[in-house]
């Protein structure tokens, strides 16, 4: 089966500040964590691969997403667990801006 992705416009650029995250709600499926760190946007799932917590309602410190349930965490540039007990990467969708907006294409 060959891999859909789905550009969707997430917010505008100046939504978030550096060092912080935003759930991006979607109607077909799971959200999607969308932060801002020093070099730019990134995104990932937001469900944590650990078990039912949104990494949207932790805290970012650096490039890393810490999980509000057990503060696993995450590198926010690729998804790759970086604490315990967290071991399963959670999946990375690339980011774009473009003008004022804010892009994320998310594959299915
Ligand atoms: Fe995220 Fe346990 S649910 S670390």
Redo the contacts with the bound molecule.
């Keep these: 089966m060959t891999e859909q992705m789905t550009k969707i416009r997430a917010c505008s650029a100046d939504a978030l500040e550096v060092g912080s995250v935003l759930q991006i709600e979607l109607e077909d499926r799971d959200p999607i964590a969308l932060y801002r760190i020093s070099d730019g946007y990134y995104a990932t799932d937001d469900l944590?691969?650990?078990?039912?917590?949104f990494?949207s309602e932790g805290d970012v410190e650096d490039d890393e997403i810490y999980?509000?349930?057990?503060?696993?965490a995450f590198d926010i540039r690729t998804g790759e667990a970086t604490a315990a007990?967290?071991v399963v990467a959670v999946r990375a969708h690339p980011v774009t801006v473009e003008g004022d907006d804010v892009y994320i294409e998310i594959s299915n």
């Design positions: 944590c691969t650990h078990g039912a917590a990494l999980c509000p349930f057990h503060a696993g007990p967290c």
